[in-house]
């Protein structure tokens, strides 16, 4: 019988559906936590856990995801993945308790954590290196990066004229929908060289060690850097990431093969893309709040403000495809970078009594056009030069770099962020006033704004010391390639 053939922009579509689910979870709730906070009960020091307990199973699973796809098959757990996702949603949703709450986000996590490596491993190896993986992955960054501005629209939208509820059940019919496409177009595939037992102290190791970390960066800024809690933790995870480095040396068959660090290619990405999430998550979290609480937009004219942000993400992948045939994907990247770090910077000026189109507005489309054009070479850069027996574990990795870059960014920034408050209020020689709470808040953000930049400047150095231009001569040859065929 022969075989069916494999539509891949159709794979695409539903990779890059249950992609945007995933990341979109990420913010939706961020609009929603006050409606939440006020059903449930949750105090103030409790709320931060409907975000941190995703935060904390996506991010020390990612790895594990990712290899996981290529021991077992990348479509097998990508469906696994979304079928956990959905159900924790409708767990979510239903919810009557903060407890039940927390412990689905969680679950939420977990299902994220299978569904993002398994989804790009699918695209990596359904589309070859060269001018068509550059278009679709394209598509996908506009997807994975565009689905947080989103998620903050759409967080607003249900929130206002329905309920907190819908921000969790709005999942489960789309991956109702997505579980039945990928049944029947999205191709199995595994690893070749991935055979062999299974690394079970490797998994926990790792695991354990990068939740800690998540752990212990998401709530330094509250339990403080320099507490015994905090450096604790620390110590936990570097000796359990280290026992599981001298583990993967001496197995058989380890989960993750160290080798692959020697790429520069993968190793220098994976900096970039740390020190690019800091600051990008950082302009999520803070201009979000600069709407709320200082404009004082409703959630939903908040979403709305985020619209344009979507917009330019999507004109900045798009353009990135076209820019890299010409000049390279490193000059891209580095382009990107810059562009990004320049709206940042103009953001860390927003005023007290500032406006949106006038004060925000600007940082924020020069903010997301930088990032549509960085994220389509970081993750060309990344997955180039890698066998198909890795793609999953190139892929987990990206993953991982990403969401520790974002909490590692969103600690030190909010800590930032909080201390230029308090001091500004502690020198205070009039009456602490509601408008000067606002000043002295607005001046937090403007040095968390300033220091994002600053990271994501040191990308595009790290990208400079660590990428030579021969470490992406497969992506550059394709990209010449298909600029003469045009």
Do not use: C, K
Request: charged letters at 10%; aromatic letters at 8%.
């Amino acid at each position: 019988m022969e075989a069916r053939r494999i539509n891949p922009w159709l794979v695409l579509v539903i990779v890059g559906l249950a992609q945007f689910m995933v990341i979109l979870d990420a913010t939706i709730v961020n609009v929603a936590l006050p409606s939440i906070q006020r059903s449930l009960g949750f105090s103030t020091a409790t709320l931060q856990w409907v975000v941190n307990a995703y935060t904390l199973s996506f991010g020390g699973f990612l790895l594990l995801g990712g290899r996981a796809a290529d021991l077992f098959g990348r479509r097998r757990l990508f469906i696994l993945g979304i079928a956990l996702f959905s159900a924790a949603s409708l767990l979510n949703g239903l919810a009557g308790s903060g407890t039940l709450l927390v412990f689905g986000r969680a679950l939420q996590g977990l299902g994220g954590a299978l569904v993002s490596p398994a989804a790009l491993s699918v695209l990596t190896t359904t589309f070859a290196e060269g001018t068509e993986r550059t278009r679709a992955l394209g598509v996908w960054s506009a997807v994975a990066v565009g689905g947080g501005a989103v998620g903050l629209l759409l967080g607003g939208v249900l929130t206002q004229l329905l309920s907190w509820q819908w921000v969790f059940y709005v999942n489960v019919p789309v991956g109702a929908a997505t579980i039945a496409l990928a049944l029947r177009y999205v191709p199995e595939s595994r690893g070749l060289g991935a055979r062999g037992g299974v690394d079970v102290a490797g998994a926990v190791t790792v695991t354990a060690g990068l939740m800690i970390l998540v752990y212990a960066l998401v709530n330094a800024s509250t339990a403080g850097w320099a507490s015994f809690q905090t450096i604790g933790l620390a110590l936990l995870a570097a000796a359990l990431i280290g026992a599981f480095l001298v583990l993967e040396t001496r197995l058989r068959h380890p989960l993750v093969r160290l080798g692959i660090f020697r790429m520069r290619s993968l190793t220098g990405s994976n900096l970039v893309m740390l020190l690019v999430a800091a600051g990008m998550f950082a302009m999520f979290f803070f201009a979000s709040l600069y709407v709320q609480e200082v404009l004082r937009y409703s959630p939903l004219t908040a979403g709305l403000a985020f619209l344009p942000v979507t917009a330019g993400i999507i004109a900045g992948a798009g353009l990135s495809q076209q820019l890299i045939r010409r000049v390279g994907v490193r000059t891209v990247l580095i382009a990107g970078i810059v562009i990004a770090s320049s709206g940042l910077l103009l953001l860390s000026r927003v005023p007290t009594l500032g406006t949106y189109a006038g004060d925000l507005l600007p940082g924020l489309m020069l903010m997301s056009v930088g990032m549509g054009l960085t994220f389509v070479p970081i993750t060309l850069i990344a997955t180039t030069n890698v066998a198909a027996a890795d793609a999953g574990l190139a892929s987990g990795l990206l993953n991982t770099s990403q969401q520790l870059g974002g909490a590692l960014g969103l600690a030190v920034l909010s800590t930032l962020a909080a201390n230029t408050t308090s001091a500004n209020l502690a020198a205070a020689t009039l009456p602490v006033t509601q408008a000067l709470r606002v000043g002295a808040t607005v001046s937090g953000f403007r040095v968390a704004f300033f220091a994002a930049a600053l990271l994501m400047l040191a990308g595009a150095v790290v990208l400079v010391a660590t990428v030579r231009r021969a470490d992406v001569a497969l992506i550059e040859t394709e990209a010449t390639a298909a600029t003469l065929a045009a």
